[in-house]
């Protein structure tokens, strides 16, 4: 094998880890794809998949009545790549409010598919004034204010998540069966 060869065998090893990091779906380099797909689904992240390309947010989940009436109340900080992910049993209105919420948030509400049907920019701290999200809405990602703006996050994003189910429109694959 000549240097070209060696050359090439170190190019298709670093695309074949790029894609792994990447979370990329080809069974690339010895990467089966049901791997990466689990990797893409942790329940501890969301990611995001629009114009912009590709994102990915560490999540806190809100997914009963007592976690999702605190919400972020009384946080200070959050860090920029985080968020909090409230999740409802079956899609409905919903409306949120910034009481005791110190830190300017976005909100995304996501209807049953996990598709982003409204951003709602800047959320003012301490206001109670009511957000409506819809009479639709599966599902609320929280992130930092600003953010939905600066990274071009808008209406039609999806949003991949194991808590949107399989029905989802970037759905998590179904684990294979091991009979």
């Not at 060696?6 to 990447?22: D, I, Q």
């Not at 990466?36 to 912009?52: H, I, M, N, T, Y």
């Not at 009436?69 to 949120?96: D, N, S």
Request: glycine share 12%; hydrophobic share 45%; with cysteine.
């Amino acid at each position: 094998m000549g240097n070209g060869s060696k050359g090439r065998v170190r190019l298709s090893t670093a695309f074949a880890l790029a894609l792994t990091l990447c979370g990329g779906l080809a069974s690339v380099g010895g990467v089966a794809q049901a791997e990466v797909s689990a990797r893409a689904c942790d329940p501890s992240e969301v990611r995001l998949r629009g114009d912009f390309g590709e994102l990915r947010f560490s999540v806190e989940i809100a997914d009963d009545p007592a976690e999702r009436a605190q919400g972020l109340m009384h946080r200070e900080t959050m860090a920029r790549g985080a968020g909090m992910l409230f999740i409802y049993g079956r899609a409905g209105p919903a409306a949120f409010w910034m009481k005791n919420t110190l830190i300017p948030l976005d909100m995304l509400f996501l209807d049953e598919q996990g598709v982003v049907t409204r951003v709602h920019s800047n959320a003012i701290p301490h206001d109670e004034t009511a957000i409506p999200g819809g009479d639709a809405v599966k599902a609320v990602l929280e992130i930092n204010g600003g953010l939905a703006k600066a990274l071009g996050i808008t209406p039609g994003a999806e949003l991949l998540h194991p808590g949107l189910g399989e029905k989802a429109a970037w759905a998590c694959p179904i684990a294979p069966n091991s009979n």
